[in-house]
Antibody, heavy 119, light 112 residues
């Protein structure tokens, strides 16, 4: 079955960097685009970034553009989110989400990893 | 960006009774490919969201048939035929027509 396991979250000071990872299994990772979606404590869902199955295209939310970079390594079945110049407002649970086939968007979600930006 | 607006934001329901959530988009979600990319998600407390409905009315694998979606253009509805205890939580609509993807604010469903 599809499994997505995020890691790399933690407490980080404002202005510092952090890299999140998402280990994928149970499907052919190289065939699927992947998203990152975040949720601030007690708040709603915010889409962060997407990467095409072959990494040929990437899109970002305006709130993270220029600071976050999404990559995927199909040889390791792993999705990454490199986060630089972190701000307090980046504090959230970050979910790794698969882009399903045939218009079935965001079909499988990981459990999430918490990033806390605080001095 | 497409703005998604849900109503109500809170919905106390009685077990066994129906529930309905509305979602309105700031522009049509009809894509040039002929599909309308509106999805619904359910998030239980302490859990990640899970996909319920995609392309307005298609139930995702394993989703109970008491959940149904309808609508067109800019106005959409999620209906729960008879609410069960496990249906509590927050429901989100999301447009997948274009980037950035955008979500509604969420509707909290709780049992009276």
């Amino acid at each position: 079955q599809v499994q997505l396991v995020e890691s790399g979250g933690g407490v980080v000071q404002p202005g510092r960097s952090l890299r999140l990872s998402c280990a994928a299994s149970g499907f052919t990772f190289s065939s699927y685009g992947m998203h990152w979606v975040r949720q601030a404590p007690g708040k709603g869902l915010e889409w962060v970034a997407v990467i095409w199955n072959d990494a040929s295209q990437k899109y970002y939310a305006d709130s993270v553009k220029g600071r976050f970079t999404v990559t995927k390594d199909s040889s390791k079945n792993t999705l990454y989110l490199e986060m630089n110049s972190l701000r307090a407002e980046d504090t959230a649970v970050y979910y790794c989400v698969r882009w399903g086939e045939s218009g079935v968007t965001l079909d499988h979600w990981g459990q999430g990893t918490l990033v806390t930006v605080s001095s | 960006d497409i703005v998604m607006t849900q109503t109500p934001l809170s919905s106390p329901v009685t077990l066994g009774q129906p529930a309905s959530i509305s979602c309105r988009s700031s522009q049509s979600l009809l894509h040039s490919d002929g599909n309308t990319y509106l999805s619904w998600f359910h998030q239980r407390p302490g859990q990640p969201p899970r996909l319920l409905i995609y392309k307005i009315s298609n139930r995702f694998s394993g989703v109970a048939d008491r959940f149904s979606g309808s609508g067109a253009g800019t106005d959409f509805t999620l209906k729960i035929r008879r609410v069960e205890a496990e249906d509590v939580g927050v429901y989100y609509c999301m447009q997948a027509k274009e980037f950035p993807r955008t979500f509604g604010q969420g509707t909290k469903v709780e049992i009276k």
